[in-house]
């Protein structure tokens, strides 16, 4: 507050961290930052953030900030301080070199949720159109890849049909495997407010192997054996057919039911002795923890017969190794209810960070998808993109690149020559992360890393090149909720730093010299010579929009840079027209009936009509998908569940959270939560140190005895940089095999007492 004070004004922005994306203002005392604060009247956070968006602004005049690009040879060597023309001479040539000697799919480009759109848009237009290679991926298929491909086989296209917004106007919330508390804390805000102002109207179901922060306003916690949610969500709608509580009208009009690789259609009546299998009492045995036949029938009943439901989810559905079934059993419950295309009620994943949304699953920053919701594979909307960018037809290939696990495993077998990650931490982040360390520690990969602060991943550079952080430089982000917020720079970053457009711009000029090919110049031949504080972004921001999203779904050709600067709360896709930008955009996509302006969204319960799905018939499908289990499953060698997750004081890898000394001091490191019984039975006391040990790897973590995770589980956080509480050593690397999401929230453990506090 005394910083705050200090402030001699005040510019307006969006928080760095979480898919929340809380409107926030920065504090400045002539060019030095001072303090954080939220806007009573913004639509995202309604004024309020959380500690770690008031306190990013010490991150920008850290001592630790990344100057200089920074290079050696060979990761033996020392790094020395370099130019960025050496830098981007070596960084072209490099890549030339491994195209050269071993074609297009020896170089990727490894991206981040934490990337302005336009970042993540023109390094892969480069990578794509350029360097003609789908190596384009990021960080957001370890958090989110699971609920894009429940929305697309469900809903037939991606993302939430609601908003925030319809929070104050739900009367049952469905939160499952998300602890929203810490990982979403201003936005549980809202549903903790929302269950004050009603309680007895208002019913909260929270469902989590682990009791959680989040299950403290729970009318309902539903525990269950970790991975056997698939079972619980069929049963629910067991009871829901069961008991005739189902929205017949609804049904009739737009769903169909499907099931299989081959997405056969089938009848009511097939779906129903599908669920036959899930009786409440079936799945109780099978759920164990908590569960009873009585408890899924209360919230089954809770959820399809409230005047809005709204489920919310993110990490504990998605990070499995059957995320997309998982995914596909939360819309069933909507799509049977008809829970869905009215105020208050939604089925609503959220994402983790602050653009996994606008920047890498809208504007083409995964191996599959083009800008704008296009699907590599599909020829025409491939053929479409090159002619908006005007390169030549069969420029882009046609297979998708490599996901995630598959492009640090190339890594590990040497088929990656040349890789570019920017602003994530792949050696901290992965699961199973010793395993790809071992690609990222060759001597014959060279590997740059963009970023503003040394990392773990940092420490297997070749090339580190120093990046301007938030208010440092111009762009977009879009939250979990369709919303596109800007950010303009009003401080130069420190050193030599620079923003990332201007860095690629500059290394496709010297890429396109080395290799001799002028299409590279022309995919940034349209952002020569402008600015890089304010216009090159808007430059390429317009060049997404007005041609890239015209007439596809995440329509953005109203919101300008113009119309967003006069919107400090962004603008709601799809918005084809200035007028609905200025306006606030779209409330609840695909909807007629409700006024699908934000303004006047509070309209309730007025006749709509659903027009939106994108599959071929029209329809919402409705997924008969049978319970399967986890991966990796306790045993008699490793009896233990693990699962991990985030803690409210600390972001991703704390690259930058453990910067921050408040943060620190309220969490200094990550300990391993059992439960009291498993602990006496095991000789374990609070703060003893415990060894937990995988078939992958170990830590040795301090003991914390309580009954938040369930009998036969153990918790630990996963943001600790330090290589004996690194948990990401013992995580498992199996993914789903249709979103390629791996399974972080599950795997078998032991657990043993090593030494006293
Ligand atoms: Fe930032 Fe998320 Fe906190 Fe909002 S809730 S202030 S977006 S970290």
Not at 127 to 147: I, K, Q
Not at 729 to 739: C, E, L, M, N
Request: net charge positive; with cysteine; proline share 6%.
């Amino acid at each position: 507050e005394a910083e705050a004070a200090d402030a001699d004004r005040w510019v307006r922005g969006t928080c760095r961290f979480c898919g929340v994306g809380c409107r926030v203002e920065l504090g400045l005392k002539g060019d030095r930052p001072v303090a954080i604060r939220g806007v009573p009247e913004s639509k995202t956070n309604l004024g309020y953030v959380c500690m770690k968006g008031m306190l990013f602004y010490k991150l920008m005049l850290h001592p630790d900030r990344l100057k200089k690009p920074l290079y050696r040879a060979r990761k033996s060597e020392s790094f020395r301080e370099i130019s960025w023309e050496e830098a981007l001479d070596i960084a072209a040539k490099k890549f030339a070199q491994a195209v050269r000697e071993h074609g297009p799919n020896s170089v990727a480009y490894y991206g981040s949720g934490q990337a302005l759109t336009e970042e993540t848009y023109l390094f892969q237009k480069i990578f794509r159109a350029g360097l003609r290679t789908n190596n384009v991926e990021g960080n957001p298929r370890l958090c989110m890849a699971s609920a894009v491909g429940g929305y697309i086989t469900s809903f037939g296209a991606d993302e939430p049909i609601g908003s925030y917004a319809d929070i104050e106007k739900a009367f049952c919330f469905f939160i499952i495997g998300s602890n929203m508390a810490e990982a979403h804390p201003v936005l549980f805000r809202r549903i903790m407010r929302r269950k004050l102002d009603h309680p007895e109207d208002v019913k909260v179901i929270n469902a989590d192997p682990r009791i959680s922060p989040t299950s403290r306003i729970a009318d309902i916690h539903l525990q269950f054996r970790p991975g056997t949610d698939l079972a619980l969500l069929n049963a629910m709608a067991y009871v829901i057919i069961e008991e005739g509580l189902y929205d017949e009208d609804f049904i009739r009009q737009y769903a169909t039911f499907r099931v299989g690789k081959k997405k056969k259609e089938v009848d009511f009546d097939t779906y129903r002795r599908f669920l036959a299998d899930y009786t409440p009492e079936r799945a109780s045995q099978i759920c164990g923890g908590n569960i009873t036949p009585d408890k899924i029938r209360q919230v089954a009943r809770w959820f399809a017969t409230s005047r809005g439901t709204m489920s919310l989810w993110t990490m504990g559905i998605n990070q499995r190794i059957r995320g997309v079934w998982a995914n596909n059993l939360i819309h069933n419950l909507h799509i049977l209810t008809g829970q869905l295309c009215k105020p208050g009620a939604d089925s609503f994943s959220l994402t983790g960070q602050p653009n996994a949304c606008g920047g890498v699953r809208e504007a083409g920053g995964l191996c599959h998808i083009l800008p704008a919701h296009r699907p590599v594979v599909k020829d025409h909307l491939r053929h479409e993109v090159e002619r908006l960018w005007g390169v030549p037809k069969g420029r882009i290939p046609k297979k998708p690149g490599y996901h995630t696990i598959a492009m640090f495993t190339a890594l590990n077998e040497g088929k990656i020559k040349a890789i570019w990650i920017n602003c994530t931490s792949p050696a901290q982040s992965l699961p199973n992360c010793d395993k790809y360390r071992k690609g990222l520690a060759r001597e014959d990969v060279f590997i740059i890393v963009s970023d503003i602060f040394p990392t773990k991943t940092t420490e297997f550079a070749n090339l580190i090149l120093p990046t301007a952080f938030h208010f440092e430089k111009t762009g977009v982000f879009g939250c979990t909720e369709r919303r596109s917020q800007l950010t303009v720079k009003v401080l130069d970053p420190p050193g030599e730093a620079k923003p990332e457009v201007w860095i690629a711009r500059e290394w496709a000029l010297k890429l396109a010299q080395e290799l001799g090919d002028p299409v590279i110049k022309k995919c940034v031949e349209p952002f020569l010579g402008l600015d890089e504080g304010y216009d090159l972004p808007k430059a390429i921001w317009d060049e997404y929009t007005q041609k890239l999203t015209a007439g596809r779904d995440n329509d953005l050709r109203g919101a300008t840079y113009e119309v967003l600067k006069k919107r400090p709360d962004g603008v709601q896709w799809p918005a084809p027209t200035e007028e609905l930008a200025l306006r606030g955009g779209t409330y609840k996509k695909f909807v007629r009936g409700i006024d699908p302006l934000a303004e006047e969204h509070a309209k309730d319960n007025k006749p709509y009509q659903f027009y939106g799905p994108a599959h071929p018939d029209r329809k919402l499908w409705i997924w008969l998908r049978p319970y399967k289990g986890a991966a990796e499953e306790p045993d008699s060698e490793y009896p233990f569940f693990l699962s991990t997750g985030r803690v409210i004081d600390h972001w991703h890898t704390a690259s930058m959270t453990g910067r921050i000394i408040e943060l620190m001091r309220a969490n200094p490191y990550a300990y391993v939560e059992i439960n009291p019984k498993d602990a006496k039975r095991l000789g374990i006391r609070p703060g003893d140190m415990v060894l937990v040990e995988s078939r992958r790897g170990h830590n040795i973590l301090p003991a914390k005895i309580y009954e938040g995770p369930m009998e036969g589980m153990v918790f630990v956080y996963w943001y600790d940089q330090h290589e004996d509480r690194l948990i990401n050593k013992v995580t498992k690397d199996a993914f789903d095999p249709g979103s390629k999401e791996p399974e972080f929230k599950i795997c078998a453990c032991r657990i043993r007492r090593v030494s006293g506090p």
